[in-house]
């Protein structure tokens, strides 16, 4: 909020995503909330509550849009309201081109680059261009002001930054890209491929999680539009208009709010042992993640199973306990995901369980933030295995939700946290026996090296919070501001 008022005085800051921070459920004659599992929520919700403004989201809940409950502006959070959902609602059309089409089946795997296939269909580019002039319409009823701050989130909304830039030629417009970017090869593939990169760079800044990241979009860019890449200032020039292109990479706030509410790590553990039925002798290790083909899920139960193969004394004294959310189960590949985990887990069950004791519990329902915290304190060990991720927040929550100093977590290298999580246990979820050896080492591992290792993430996380992620970009904001007013002034 400072940082707002000093650097960027009178700004009006609005946000776009697709997803909203608060899912209104109809509930009987009532409605109940729902925090989605979404990394982007996660991250972008306390800089809301901090810093105030508009949040445009689709309404995606199930509380009915044709009655009271058809409220497009709803003061968030409801115990103490300090920012305004607006919420945009869309058509069973709308979505499934928008959203579950061209977003999730075309350009999801494009990304993430993990061998689904990206689906294109002229009909679902049709619905995202429509959809993206819907938000941009929005954006354009809320601002009141002709230079807002304009903050445009993931890969739902690729052309609005250049649909707001053409109303709006003031505005700064920071667009963040929440999942990978992938080489131009890959990228190529997307028929659209000119119009998404013309879309991204109506933005004033283009940020991604890694530099990685960042010379693939400049990559991108060269290879497939006119445009200057000035690659000493990682800045791409196109139609007169220039849109610097920073990593910022994307993080938790620090202790995460919902600690408050979650009993110390003796107590998660008692309770979740109550809970699952698990001796006192077992190790836990757990997994949190929606239900996404991306997440390795399936490999990390393959991955149980070969170390319960090579190291046979791990039988009956250790539990993989795995949360997913399912997410997106319109689409096929996601019931496919779902349904090859669940087998699975149910193949290992088979081959080494007992009857007091099962080396896979599989918990395929959503988790409110407090549930997930009380489980990471209740954990041995956290396994990240996701196959690629832009960054992954659930390796910093579980090193957040550790202020006892011990636990030990798994992170797979291709999730951009693993730039910053050093100490975890580094594994390439493609290869299991690698990952089961991991396991082996994390259990086995001494309590000082686990303390050790430990301390040094808290610190890392600590240090880039989620307010440093936004305050990076918005003060690169202030700077091109302030830049443009010397150059207005001396014009
Ligand atoms: C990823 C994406 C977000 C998305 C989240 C949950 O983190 O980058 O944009 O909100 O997954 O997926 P969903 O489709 O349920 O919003």
Redesign the pocket.
Known sequence: RGLLRDELPGAEVLVV???EPYIHNRDGDGIVLQR??????TALEPVMRACGGTWIAHGSGSADPDTVDRDDHVAVPPDAPCYTLRRVWLSEEEQNGYYYGFA?EGMWPLCHIVFVRPVFRAEDWDQYVAVNRKFADAVIAEARTPDPVVLV????FALLPRMVRDRLPEATIITFW??PWPNPEVFGICPWRKQILDGLLGSSILGFHTQFHCLNFLDSADRFLESRIDREHSAVRSGGHTTLVRPYPISIEWPPAALAGVAAVEECRAQTFARHGLAPSVRLAVGVE?FDYTKGIADRFRAVETLLDSHPDWIGRLTLLQVAAP??GRLAAYRDTQAEAEAAAERVNARFGTAEWQPILLVARHHEPEEVLALFRAADLCLVSSLHD?MNLVAKEFVAARDDGDGVLILSTFAGASRELREALIVNPYDVVAMAEAIHRGLSMPVEQRRDRMRLMREMVAENTIYFWAARMLLDAARLRKRRAIERNFA
């Open positions: 995503s697709n997803r989605p599992a979404s990394g982007l929520v999730n989130q993931d890969y739902h929440h999942i929606r997410t997106r832009g």
